[in-house]
């Protein structure tokens, strides 16, 4: 009787584990929102979304990627054209942790997921941040989650939609966009 109580015991134990695992790795991302605004359901699909560009900055690569309206834009001229991106514009930039490998000259790859950060152009909805929402979501390895980023977080973000336009007003000019769109 002992053993087959310390067997259900263990049993019990295994599958609190198992059913634990599976929630942190089944995470409803889309369910997350950053507060007065932005959630990660309105960016549903970006990993499929077009390149616009790669970045390097510190220990950290991205991929800044655009959906159709954000792509067209870009292909008709904006920024550079003085005119701005049009409501529904969106991008998403994942960083990764750069990691050298082994192979010859050491090309740096992506490593571990760091975070997501999110840009929608919606002029009436964010019209005290030059028409902008902003969403960054960091993902932490331990937990294979996301969460909305905050102030500790590097650079530091003020957790809502509007957190990334202090940094974007030095491209004004720009329509608060930094990201080039390179020839192909």
Not at 22 to 38: E, F, I, N, W
Request: charged share 20%.
């Amino acid at each position: 009787m002992k053993r087959n109580n310390r067997l259900m015991a263990a049993g019990v134990a295994i599958g609190l584990v198992a059913l634990t695992t599976a929630a942190l790795a089944s995470q409803d991302r889309y369910s997350l929102k950053v507060p007065g605004g932005l959630s990660f359901s309105e960016f549903k699909g970006y990993e499929k979304w077009q390149v616009i560009s790669l970045s390097h900055n510190g220990d950290k690569l991205a991929a800044i990627l655009g959906n159709p309206a954000m792509i067209r834009a870009f292909e008709a001229g904006i920024p550079g054209n003085g005119k701005p991106f049009p409501d529904g514009a969106k991008m998403a930039k994942i960083h990764w942790i750069a990691s050298k490998t082994s192979y010859p000259n050491a090309p740096l790859v992506a490593g571990a997921l760091h975070d997501v950060d999110f840009m929608l152009k919606d002029k009436q909805r964010f019209a005290d941040s030059g028409g902008w929402g902003y969403a960054a979501f960091q993902f932490e390895e331990a937990t294979n989650a996301f969460r909305p980023s905050n102030t500790s977080d590097r650079p530091p973000q003020g957790n809502d939609a509007k957190c990334g336009f202090a940094c974007h007003t030095i491209v004004k000019n720009r329509d608060y966009v930094f990201t080039e769109f390179p020839k192909r």
